[in-house]
């Protein structure tokens, strides 16, 4: 799971970047299943496009997904939602 | 840990909500250790707040903190930054 606090001129290409390794969940939020090697592809990429004086990319890890839970309360936005 | 998707004109209220009980970290991301009684007390709070239909609020738990792991890269934003 990555969350991200990027200056404004940098968002759109964060998410594009996160969006080609993750899946997008709501607002500034992105998680999904990603391997240690991809993620380290993933988090290179990143560094690249981010200002690490300014920007902060936050990585929360979790090796076995049994040991998160997750629920929502109220609406789910679906990735499809932006689209229309 | 908690993020929020929530109309505009409710943004306030939620944010002011979860900070009685949980740590902000960065955007719409607050997170914290916290029983299970009190986040049932956090959630039935917030449920009065939100609008169901149209905002979204996701829960993610842990329940032992040492399954999560936390890497931050670029700068990690400081609660008391935002009183700058």
């Not at 998410?15 to 709501?26: A, G, I, N, S």
């Not at 240690?36 to 929360?60: F, P």
């Amino acid at each position: 799971m990555i969350t991200y606090d990027v200056n404004q001129k940098r968002v759109g290409k964060v998410c594009k970047k996160l969006r080609e390794y993750l899946d997008w969940t709501q607002n500034s939020v992105f998680e999904g299943e990603i391997t240690t090697g991809t993620l380290n592809k993933c988090l290179a990429e990143l560094h690249k496009i981010i200002n690490v004086e300014e920007d902060s990319i936050y990585l929360y890890r979790v090796s076995n997904p049994r040991n998160i839970k997750k629920d929502i309360i109220g609406v789910e936005k679906s990735p499809f939602d932006i689209f229309l």
